[in-house]
């Protein structure tokens, strides 16, 4: 695989965070950077722009308004939205309530796209809409919020099985996975994750590879991947919530998995 058909994997893959932990730039900082980040183009970014709904008036009040945002549900109901670019909305799928009706109670517009938040377990039975997608947690401010590579592996494989779209969220702060002392927990890794959805295209348990730490294996796993099922995995995995959109750019370039110019 040459670097332009590499970079079809990584293309679109980080949406913008940066109002959410840690990082937590304010409204104005964090736009700033999302605009900065639209003027340069970077074909990583999908230049989504991810707003609590709490905070959508505060958006609203700023001058610049992003090209894409993902609403990111914080509050009991959905606030009007019409007037804004979103293109999706994200929001945890209550205990016992199946995934259809909570996309009827939200009775999203066609061109809005609902993923529902749900947390790994080691067996996932949930029947899932055409349409709707679900997003899954990598990580967060304590410990106990990073899923055992065992249950993101049960998530991957259902997704994959069941042809059902993902966006993972939270932890994904480097490529590789790595430990954090801070927290005393392995934190997941961004190209961890995308080849394990790699892996279970190709029928191969995603766990093995979610648990690696060998750069170089990762790396020649990565320069491995058929464009077929690059294709097949990125349309599943639609993307990762960062709180940073350069550093993303830095570990692939680091990585030699996307160039210079990305």
């Known amino acids: 695989m040459d670097l332009g058909t590499m970079s079809g994997l990584y293309t679109a ?3 913008d965070a940066g109002l959410f932990p840690p990082t937590s730039l304010h409204m104005d900082e964090a736009l700033a950077r999302n605009r900065r980040d639209l003027e340069r183009g970077n074909p990583v970014l999908t230049h989504r722009f991810l707003c609590p709904a709490s905070r959508l008036d505060r958006l609203r009040g700023m001058d610049y308004r992003p090209r894409r945002i993902g609403l990111i549900m914080d509050m009991p109901e959905l606030p009007a939205f019409d007037d804004l670019p979103v293109d999706l ?25 609902l993923f529902a938040e749900v947390v790994p377990p080691r067996k996932m039975a949930i029947d899932v809409p055409d349409g709707v997608g679900l997003k899954v947690r990598c990580g967060g401010l ?7 590579v065992e249950h993101l592996g049960v998530f991957i494989r259902f997704c994959v099985e069941s042809d059902v779209p993902f966006k993972a969220t939270a932890g994904l702060h480097h490529a590789v996975r790595h430990f954090d002392p801070s927290l005393g927990v392995d934190r997941h890794g961004f190209l961890n994750l995308v080849l394990a959805v790699c892996e279970a295209v190709e029928g191969r348990d995603p766990v093995p590879v979610l ?13 491995a991947v058929p464009e077929e099922t690059a294709k097949q995995a990125r349309r599943l995995l639609v993307s990762y919530g960062s709180c940073s ?3 993303p750019l830095e570990d692939l370039r680091t990585l030699g998995l996307i160039g210079e110019a990305q």
């Open 13 to 15: 893959l980080v949406d």
């Open 89 to 113: 909305v994200e929001t945890p799928l209550p205990d016992g309530t199946p995934v259809e009706t909570l996309a009827d109670q939200l009775g999203l517009p066609d061109e809005v796209r």
């Open 211 to 223: 648990r690696a730490t060998d750069v170089g294996h990762l790396v020649r796993l990565a320069r």
């Open 245 to 247: 959109t350069s550093t």
């Open 142 to 148: 304590t410990a106990d919020a990073f899923p055992p």
